[in-house]
Nanobody, 115 residues
């Protein structure tokens, strides 16, 4: 059974930083490309960063240069380091495999960027 548990969100001022973590179980994590998705109120869920099984990252234009995705296969964990946060980054952040995410999503972690 796939389980994805996100953590690390919170309230941060514009320009601040956060580090998100996602612990995966029930999958052969080291072989799976992983992604961080986000969903803002009233908007569709979007993929903001992905990382291949061997650690090559790709970013959406909106976060390029500000977010960094990484993974630790020994810990079955994928991370998202976010800096220079903007109010438009406010969303619930989720992790899942890419390109076809599992139907089962975690609870997500709320990121709110506000002064």
């Amino acid at each position: 059974q796939v389980q994805l548990v996100e953590s690390g969100g919170g309230l941060v001022q514009p320009g601040g930083s956060l580090r998100l973590s996602c612990l995966a179980s029930g999958i052969t994590f080291s072989t799976k490309p992983m992604g961080w998705y986000r969903q803002a109120p009233g908007k569709q869920r979007e993929l903001v960063a992905r990382i291949s099984s061997d650690g090559s990252p790709t970013y959406a234009v909106a976060v390029r240069g500000r977010f960094a995705i990484s993974r630790d296969n020994a810990k079955n964990t994928v991370y998202l380091q976010m800096k220079s946060l903007k109010p438009e980054d406010t969303a619930v952040y989720y992790c899942n495999v890419v390109p076809s995410p599992f139907d089962s999503w975690g609870q997500g972690t709320q990121v709110t960027v506000s002064s």
